[in-house]
């Protein structure tokens, strides 16, 4: 019997641009690597202001140019998520902190990990700038970002014991 899935949350604001993104692309990469059935992905925001709303369209726009399919409606992180994932990946700092507040106990504060901890070229606050209020440049920096994020991501976890 296969082992079972690795689950994985990406969490930002909204669930509009940026957590969106990061899923669609590890979703993408894992069935490029012919993984599907090794990993389950889904993505969450910290607020509720989008739920039930598709990602935002220049993140769709940007996806859809590189040959990367969104789907999914926005919803909001709830401590159930604790149990139903193995990491939860914040999109910056402030997330992180958030979501920790949020874990239901230690244990499930070693979950909350930073997307761009797995960025073969970091900043020094390992943060995915918001793109919401900026210019399309921010929608391609954001998905080159991630994109990097989630190779590493990937990797480390396909080098992972058991």
Known sequence: MPPPP????????????????AEGIFRHLVEREGLAGSFEAD????GAWHAG??????????????????S??????????FD????????DSGIADQLRRLAPTPA????????????SAPDAELAVPDPYYG????????????????????AQLRQAPG
Do not use: M
Not at 6 to 17: A, D, K, T
């Open 6 to 21: 690795v689950r994985l949350c990406f969490v930002c604001l909204g669930n509009i641009c940026r957590s969106p993104q």
């Open 43 to 46: 993505s969450a925001g910290t």
């Open 53 to 70: 709303e598709p990602p935002d369209r220049r993140t769709q726009a940007t996806s859809r140019r590189r040959g990367v399919p969104l």
């Open 72 to 81: 999914g409606t926005a919803r909001q992180v709830e401590p159930a998520d």
């Open 84 to 91: 139903r994932f193995d990491l939860l990946l914040a999109i």
């Open 108 to 119: 499930h504060r070693t979950k909350v990990h930073l997307l761009r901890a797995y960025d």
């Open 135 to 154: 210019g399309a440049t921010g929608f391609d920096e954001v998905f080159d970002i991630c994109w990097r994020s989630c190779e590493g991501l990937l």
